[in-house]
């Protein structure tokens, strides 16, 4: 017993640190206009519909690194809900040796996960992000406020052909060192149509805003 | 260091003893070898005896609803194969009134889909569908763990069934549908028939056959539904305008399309249909005869009539509806009570 206390346990705890400092952060900036996007703050679209978000919530799965079209790393964890107000849902822990020039994720929950029954964590419907009256993820949750005081609620989801929403995103790098992605959202909301201010359902209006999402980060 | 030996030797016995406790909990369920292959996929929510016991007692809890008055067995009783006799639509919190007939529970291990349109596509899930609805149990999921975690039996019975006192909404879910997957009848005398301990009467053998060539198509032997999404023929309600399967996949040719149900226990499960607006079996049987669905009409003269319905009154399951093991667990009269 001497022995791990005196050896073993030290020893132990120091390989937990080197793990630790041979991670890096890789942080996920959710940008309009070139800027992190602020809860609350007004911003302005090509339709000059000003608005404001309250609540960005989104699920990202299957994070996959490549390097000259070689997978190098599979993210461990499978789906990462992203959530604007969880400043720790926006780093994501890579070992910090990893050269990239490519990334590709999905936006959203794949069919499989929506049909396999109760899962915990991010996926655990406590955080909001389960329809409860029709079994399904919502993949990305946007509400907010536009013109003064009208809200507007965006929540995209649906896995069932031909109403699937899952997107995949592909993004490429010039530095093998990134330490960010930057997903934009200026297209989307530069195309939405605030007229239309609730999609809370799967559906056809739920796949157009789910290819203006990934038209807008890819 | 002999000393240490000891104390290790000792360790590993320990931790082998409680591994045969937890193994001894593991528990199956039996059901007849006609039964077709499970749906349900236990390898990921491997049954096991404080599992169920815990998911019986969330079953009966009215903790579950936002007024602590309604649980699942309000319109679920044991008495009625889980069914709401006698009830057109179910009842909900503050006295609400729903918009379908409450169906019974029993065989959910063979069924994919739930709910009338099936909303729901696991069992696990199913649970949330009444728990967050406004007109059933008014409750969020969120309040009712943080409201399970603050009683002074609950931490208790999920640390028994889950090893974790920290109580979380898989394994809510993983214990009610375990506590569902043992509602398994298959003990009525259509049953004891196919095993060859009971032999029909010869107006039940008329109604079997009457039913083979009229009914089985979708209401197939032996769990008596083909798990499909079928038009009944039922117009539509004016006030409650349920459009059914259309409801879930936008598709125009699913509009009125409900989901088969098992023909099982149906001296239990009155009033019929989804919206339930047939009081008697004799009306339902009326209706498939004189209505024309995608050209297939059941035209049964009135003895037909009487045979069929001797038949259906076989697939009634006795011995389910008095299973002790389904009852209100005691455990929770007294806490409820004390």
Not at chain 2, 235 to 256: A, P, V, W
């Amino acid at each position: 017993m001497i022995v791990f206390y005196k050896f073993l346990f030290p020893l132990l705890l120091l390989s937990s640190n080197l793990i630790d400092n041979d991670k890096k952060e890789l942080v996920l900036e959710l940008n309009i206009n070139n800027k992190n996007i602020t809860l609350n703050n007004s911003y302005e679209n090509i339709n000059i519909n000003i608005f404001k978000i309250n609540k960005l919530k989104f699920y990202i799965s299957n994070l996959k690194f490549y390097l000259k079209d070689k997978e190098v790393l599979e993210y461990h964890k499978k789906h990462i809900l992203i959530d604007i107000e969880n400043e720790n849902s926006l780093k994501i822990l890579i070992p910090n040796k990893l050269r990239f020039d490519e990334i590709t994720f999905n936006l959203g929950v794949d069919e499989e996960t929506n049909k396999s029954g109760a899962k915990g964590g991010d996926l655990d419907p406590i955080n909001g992000m389960y329809w409860t009256w029709n079994s399904g993820y919502i993949n990305f949750k946007v509400e907010g406020i536009y013109k003064g005081s009208n809200d507007f609620s965006y929540h995209i989801g649906g896995f069932m052909k031909p109403y699937d929403t899952i997107q995949l995103i592909k993004m490429n790098f010039h530095s093998l060192n990134e330490n960010k992605i930057v997903l934009n959202f200026d297209e989307f909301f530069n195309k939405i149509d605030f007229s239309l201010s609730e999609i809370l359902s799967p559906g056809e209006n739920a796949v157009k805003l789910s290819t203006l999402l990934a038209n807008s980060i890819n | 260091m002999k000393k240490y030996t000891s104390i290790i030797l000792a360790l590993v016995v320990i931790v082998i003893l409680v591994y045969l406790c937890r193994i001894k909990n593991l528990t199956t369920l039996n059901y007849p070898k006609y039964f077709p292959s499970v749906e349900y996929d236990l390898s990921k929510n491997p049954i096991d005896k404080d599992k169920i016991e815990l998911g019986k007692m969330l079953f009966y809890d009215p903790v579950l609803s936002k007024n602590n008055q309604v649980s699942c067995a309000s319109c679920h009783s044991s008495y009625n194969a889980f069914a709401h006799t006698d009830h057109k639509l179910s009842h909900g919190i503050n006295d609400k009134i729903g918009n379908r007939n409450a169906p019974g529970l029993f065989n959910l291990l063979w069924q994919k889909e739930f709910m009338w349109d099936g909303a729901v596509n696991h069992l696990d899930m199913q649970a949330l569908a009444p728990i967050n609805s406004p007109i059933e149990m008014g409750e969020s999921t969120r309040n009712l763990i943080s409201k399970l975690q603050k009683t002074n039996y609950y931490p208790e019975l999920f640390y028994s069934a889950f090893g974790d006192s920290i109580i979380t909404t898989e394994y809510l879910l993983k214990s009610l549908s375990q506590f569902q997957l043992t509602l398994i009848s298959s003990n009525s005398k259509y049953d004891s028939v196919i095993k060859g301990e009971a032999k029909f009467s010869d107006k039940e053998k008329r109604g079997h056959e009457l039913f083979k060539n009229n009914c089985n198509s979708c209401h197939t032997e032996p769990m008596f539904t083909n798990y499909e999404y079928k038009k009944n023929g039922i117009k539509e309600d004016s006030i409650l305008k349920d459009f059914g399967r259309y409801n879930i996949t936008g598709n125009i040719n699913d509009k009125y399309l409900f989901k088969v149900p098992s023909l099982r226990n149906l001296k239990y499960s009155y009033p019929y249909m989804h919206d339930g607006r047939f009081e008697k079996l004799q009306f339902v049987i009326n209706h498939y005869s004189e209505i024309n669905i995608d050209n297939n009409l059941i035209h049964l003269n009135n003895k037909e009539k009487v045979d069929l319905t001797a038949f259906l009154l076989t697939l009634n399951d006795k011995e389910f509806s008095l299973n002790k093991n389904h009852k209100f667990p005691l455990k929770l009269i007294e806490i409820l009570y004390q």
